[in-house]
């Protein structure tokens, strides 16, 4: 055996052999011949792109180690030539990537046809999931160590570690021991919106898991849906529709595998066309509405997208306040901007911004809320330059109001005092601490019930903490080199948590009857690390597990392909076992053009009475 090995070596090395396509892909990620010069590769062309072509040795079928087939690289190439001939090449065996983050694509470049042998050929797309294997649904990389979410991150990269390819396994090995086939995919689904450049992520008829009610796919723990695949741009020029969504069903797929931009996709021959969409187009509104007292309070969260004054989408957002939250008695706002947006100046106040938006749901019919928020430092919360994002509440006041208010400035740290009380209502946790740096802090606010029935002489109090942590930007892709992938600002994240998770030790250690809940977007999901130590830590229960939500159905955001959860709500004990919770997939559903914020809002109520 390894004499053979050496022995096949040493010709590749005179740049004379005739080595199958399949040997030059080689048994892992990485051709075993990069830099080579060879002679004599035989195939049939099987599609034809702007830049080159693309060659399957007719004389080898997939036998799910590596793949048959490969990329030939040089625009003047295939001028003479035609999908079906039978050529035979040299060329110079290499990997490329266009960012040192991407993984590598073999291919044949620097081209030079030795001979035509035969045309008309029949060339056949391999089905996927009938001709091949089925794509792997759970694991992406044997180096991910069994979580593509673990920590710590990037312990490892494909492009050295250079794994032999486990297709049944790995969803990275699927895909790569496919790359420069022709293939098809029976009666896909889309899975969420396409990119500005209509690519799109679907997932073919073959069996997934963590499939939702919409037919997208759920991320769930240790499942990221490597079975999905990213549609990029047709070989004929034409172009993907931007306005797919979740659960679209689409016309059969046949294209080439490629990997390119950090992910694998497939080019496909022509257009995406969509058969069939998800009715209806939007949910209907939340079940869950105020009882009026504090046997039912409602409490709503809605990352409002960079909302400033001159928006364009208050009274979208109003809507879906009124209309499919049922006008929640409290309202956990993130992304509200200062009165005059992105303008980089010294305006931070967002009283503009607010009222601008109570006036809107009035108008819409909801009530006139009043708002609650700490006004931060010039341009040290992060997000969109200029803007001065913040968290702030929009609250009821026929039925909650402050509990003896004392607003905290935006260095005041807030601190729990016997009662329990706040030091500052509202007051934001510890800003000066570093693990706010360029980030929101959260805000704390203690409520009393004034409305309904809650009057024997009982305030009814509950505390909430609106929070908006550090966002993931930095990340690497699923696809990408490094494993496991790299989730930006996790550390941020996890010091984010440890801190607001003392601060709720803080109100329990005084009352562990305390009603506290805590909501917004985490900007990170409930399987990883910042959020399992959250709950840890803290002691609170996580609303979806509480009302027992489906799994699946968890989801606020899409992301690639994934639909998956950034916005949470956790509650303490005293509120756990009644709480009714939903998300409201307003966002998530209709196409890209049709979405108010890049969030879903979500609704809870809970009985603050006892
Ligand atoms: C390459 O093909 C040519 C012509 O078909 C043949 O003469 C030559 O021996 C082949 N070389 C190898 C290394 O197979
Ligand atoms: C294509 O064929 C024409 C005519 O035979 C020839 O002049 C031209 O060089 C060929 N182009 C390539 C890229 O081989
Ligand atoms: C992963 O780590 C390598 C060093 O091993 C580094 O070169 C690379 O930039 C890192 N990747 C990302 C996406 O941060
Ligand atoms: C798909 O799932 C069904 C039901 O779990 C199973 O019987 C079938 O073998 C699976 N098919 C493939 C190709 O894995
Ligand atoms: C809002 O005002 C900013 C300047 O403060 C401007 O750049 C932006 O285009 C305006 N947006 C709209 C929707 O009018
Ligand atoms: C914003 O509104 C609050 C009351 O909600 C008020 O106390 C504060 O002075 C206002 N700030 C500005 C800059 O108008």
């Not at 341009?379 to 968290?391: A, F």
Request: contains cysteine; charged residues 20%.
């Amino acid at each position: 055996m390894a004499s053979t090995l050496v022995c096949v070596l040493a010709l590749a090395a005179t740049g004379a052999s005739a080595l199958s396509i399949q040997q030059l892909n080689g048994p892992g990620f990485l051709t075993p011949y990069s830099g080579q010069t060879v002679a004599n590769v035989s195939g049939v062309v099987t599609a034809k792109g702007p830049d080159g072509i693309w060659l399957r040795d007719a004389s080898a079928s997939s036998d799910g180690t590596s793949s048959t087939s490969i990329y030939v690289f040089g625009r003047a190439f295939g001028a003479n030539l035609t999908v079906g001939d039978g050529i035979v090449l040299g060329g110079r065996v290499t990997e490329y990537r266009s960012n040192k983050d991407y993984l590598y694509l073999t291919q044949l470049d620097r081209p030079i046809l030795s001979a035509k042998l035969s045309s008309g050929n029949i060339v056949k797309p391999l089905v996927i999931g009938e001709d091949t294997l089925s794509p792997p649904t759970e694991e992406y990389s044997s180096l991910d160590n069994g979580d593509v979410f673990g920590v710590p991150n990037n312990v490892s990269l494909i492009s050295t570690a250079n794994p032999t390819l486990q297709p049944r396994k790995y969803g990275l090995d699927f895909w790569e021991h496919l790359t420069g086939e022709l293939v098809t995919l029976r009666r896909p689904t889309a899975l969420t919106k396409p990119n500005q450049f209509g690519d799109t992520w679907v997932a073919g008829n073959w069996n997934v898991s963590g499939q939702n009610a919409r037919t997208g796919l759920t991320m769930t723990t240790k499942d990221a849906n490597p079975e999905a695949i990213l549609i990029g741009r047709p070989l004929d020029g034409s172009a993907n529709p931007t306005d797919t969504k979740m659960g679209d069903g689409l016309a059969d797929i046949t294209g080439v595998v490629s990997y390119a931009f950090g992910f694998y996709r497939i080019l496909p021959s022509t257009a995406v066309r969509v058969r069939s969409s998800q009715m209806p187009r939007l949910p209907g509104p939340t079940r869950l509405e105020s009882k009026g007292g504090c046997q039912g309070i409602t409490v709503g969260a809605y990352n409002v997208e960079n909302l400033a004054a001159n928006s364009t989408h208050h009274g979208a957002l109003a809507e879906h306040i009124v209309r499919y939250l049922k006008s929640p008695d409290v309202l956990f706002l993130q992304e509200v901007q200062d009165d005059n947006g992105p303008t980089n100046d010294g305006v931070v106040s967002a009283n503009l911004t607010l009222s601008t938006l109570t006036s809107a749901i009035r108008s819409a019919g909801g009530p006139q809320y009043a708002f609650a928020d700490v006004v931060p430092v010039d341009d040290q919360d992060g997000g969109q330059p200029g803007g001065n994002i913040r968290t702030a509440y929009l609250y009821n006041p026929a039925l909650v109001r402050l509990h003896k208010p004392n607003p905290g400035g935006p260095l005041d740290a807030n601190e729990v005092g016997d009662g329990p009380a706040l030091k500052y209502n509202p007051g934001r946790i510890d800003p000066a601490n570093g693990a706010w740096t360029a980030s929101r802090k959260p805000l704390v606010a203690q409520w009393e019930v004034t409305g309904g029935t809650s009057t024997e002489g009982k305030a009814h109090v509950f505390f909430t903490v609106n929070v908006h942590f550090g966002s993931k930007g930095g990340s690497s892709s699923l696809h990408g080199d490094a494993r496991p992938p790299v989730n930006g600002g996790v550390q941020e994240r996890m010091d984010q948590s440890v801190l607001t998770a003392n601060f709720v030790r803080d109100i329990l250690s005084k009352d562990k009857n305390a009603r506290i809940i805590t909501a917004g977007d985490f900007n990170e999901f409930t399987f990883v690390e910042p959020l399992k130590q959250y709950v840890e830590m803290s002691g609170l229960k996580d609303a979806d597990a509480a009302d027992k939500i489906d799994e699946l159905e968890r989801y606020t955001y899409l992301f690639d392909m994934n639909a998956q959860q950034l916005d949470h709500m956790f509650v303490s004990d005293a509120l756990a076992t009644k709480v009714e919770y939903e998300h409201v997939h307003v966002n998530t559903w209709p196409e890209f053009g049709a979405q108010v914020s890049d969030h879903d809002p979500s609704v809870a109520r809970v009985d603050v009475c006892a």
